[in-house]
């Protein structure tokens, strides 16, 4: 049996409660003040919305949309300081440890000290991403690299992208998150880990042996998602010749090896030797055969186009307005989108002014994905985060891992993907430890590579109901108030996160 969400609240009350009338909520905050904090952030900490009240939300969405100008805490500085791979680039990253000369097998020791020192970069990636996200005051700039990483997504399960997630997010997305849409295809691109992701480093012209026997020649599979996925869109009008064509353009295209030389920090290299000179003919316009060049020229027609514009302006008004966007803003931000060419900070302005983004139905309307709810509530108990592993626990369990979405497309942000009876108990059951205090989350791991092993234990301290009622702007529908209200104390600050409007933003 399915159960809707909105009975969640009253089945953890007849479960557990008791009855205290002394409970007087805050009075509710202006809906707008909430709205804008929902959707610009991944949901408010104690202060957030005093803070938008007393100065306005059209300087909230100014000072958001310029990250750069936002100082961030010397807290959260320190710790991705300590995060010694954190800052790596992938040519950095492949040699560290690297004894064996080129063409030897690695020995056993080697492979477990490879499988080490990748285990440790990821975790450190994963890591970081938490900490940002849960603690920087640049909340736009972390809900855009979430927005930019699922759809440029990567797989850290498959072979050595599990070395490059980290910096692939540092170099390709984050630097990009709000600037031109070109770059960011640009930078991703380049990157080795899209180029390992989808086999684009194995495109040739030719077809030819390679050390196993296997013949290998084009590879169309990163031509077909640059297009479908990530600039086009399945509907975009691309044929499959065009897909041929543009694996031949991209053909050379991949990363260097321990033999070769690169003048970029990514690790991109050209081999003009798998490449295709012939002049080409790619969605009407003709390419002369130039070499690596006639990729940038292909980006530069991907990004150019209006199926790129339409294509990007749904996805982003899906992420932030509501699971079917209305047809009138997808528009309105397409033209947009054209007319500044692919600028996605104007994109952003122009939507989070739109009547559409303050049509009152659409508060409150979209389901939080597991990640955003919970980073969105680890930030409401202003908890101070050392030890992000009772997130990314939870993240695994919800099959929300981060780095870890297997297909292309990454993960989706819609209700019907993740509201379900089953995830639904397992983020009651993290709203019941965090707000009992028992999820280790202050407390400072000793030994990284141990985890949760080795812990400077911090007392439980269970989150105050009020406060957390006041920093949530009582945001709570009239038979939620009257659970909380009608319940024990020591079980108010659970049915506040777990209620059917905690679920959502």
């Known amino acids: 049996m399915t159960v809707k969400p909105k009975y969640w609240v009253l089945l953890l009350f007849i479960l557990l409660g008791g009855i205290d009338p002394s409970y007087a909520a805050s009075t509710p905050v202006e809906p707008k003040v ?10 408010p900490a104690p202060g957030d919305v005093q803070r938008v009240e007393s100065m306005g939300v059209e300087r909230y969405i100014q000072e958001q949309l310029s990250p750069d100008s936002i100082p961030e805490p010397q807290n959260l500085t320190s710790q991705l300081n300590q995060l010694d791979t954190l800052h790596l680039n992938p040519v950095e990253l492949s040699k560290h440890g690297t004894t064996h000369l080129p063409g030897q097998k690695p020995s ?11 285990k440790q970069v990821l975790d450190q990636a994963v890591q970081a991403r938490l900490l940002q996200a849960t603690s920087s005051q640049r909340q736009l700039q972390e809900v855009m690299v979430d927005f930019w990483y699922n759809h ?50 194995q495109n040739r012209a030719d077809s030819r042996p390679d050390a196993q026997g296997n013949v290998r020649g084009l590879n169309e599979n990163y ?24 694996a031949r353009i991209l053909s050379g295209w991949g990363f260097s090896r321990a033999s070769q030389q690169t003048d970029n920090n990514f690790g991109f290299y050209f081999n003009s030797k798998r490449h295709d000179f012939s002049d080409k003919v790619f969605l009407g316009h003709t390419i002369k055969g130039s070499g690596e060049a006639e990729g940038d020229e292909a980006l530069d027609i991907l990004a150019q186009s209006p199926a790129t514009a339409r294509h990007i302006s749904y996805q982003i008004a899906q992420y932030f307005v509501s699971d079917r966007p209305p047809i009138s803003l997808v528009n309105n931000l397409t033209q947009r989108y054209l007319a500044t060419d692919g600028n996605i900070h104007e994109v952003l302005n122009t939507l ?35 030890n992000t592993r009772p997130i990314s626990n939870l993240l695994q369990q919800l099959a929300m891992p981060l ?19 089953d995830a639904m108990n397992r983020r009651l059951s993290f709203a019941t430890a965090i707000a009992n205090g028992n999820l280790p989350l202050s407390s400072i791991p000793t030994n990284m590579e141990q985890g949760d092993r080795t812990l400077q234990k911090s007392p439980s301290i269970p989150v105050d109901a009020s406060q957390l009622t006041n920093t949530l702007g009582n945001s709570f529908s009239v038979k939620t108030q009257k659970a909380i209200a009608s319940s024990s104390p020591q079980i108010r600050s659970v049915l506040i996160l777990g209620s059917p409007e905690f679920m959502r933003r």
């Open 352 to 386: 989070f002014h739109s009547r559409e983004f303050w049509d009152t139905k659409n508060f409150n309307a979209k389901f939080k994905t597991p990640l955003q709810y919970a980073i969105s509530a680890v930030r409401a108990t202003g908890m101070e985060v050392n």
């Open 223 to 246: 031509a077909r998602e640059l297009m479908e996925l990530h600039t086009l869109g399945v509907d975009g009008g691309y044929t499959q010749q065009d897909v041929i064509v543009l």
């Open 108 to 118: 056993l020791e080697e492979r477990k000290a490879a499988n080490k020192w990748a």
């Open 34 to 43: 909430l709205h804008i904090i929902n959707r610009l952030s991944f949901g």
């Open 403 to 421: 780095y870890r979405c297997q297909t292309p497309d990454g993960y989706k942000n819609t209700a019907d993907v993740w509201l379900n009876p």
């Open 152 to 201: 440029f997504n990567v797989d850290a399960g498959k072979g050595r992208v599990s070395l490059w997630v980290g910096a692939y997010e540092q170099q390709a997305i984050r630097p990009y998150a709000l600037g031109r849409f070109r770059d960011l295809l640009g930078a991703t691109a380049h990157h080795p880990a899209m180029q390992y992701y989808l086999d684009n480093f």
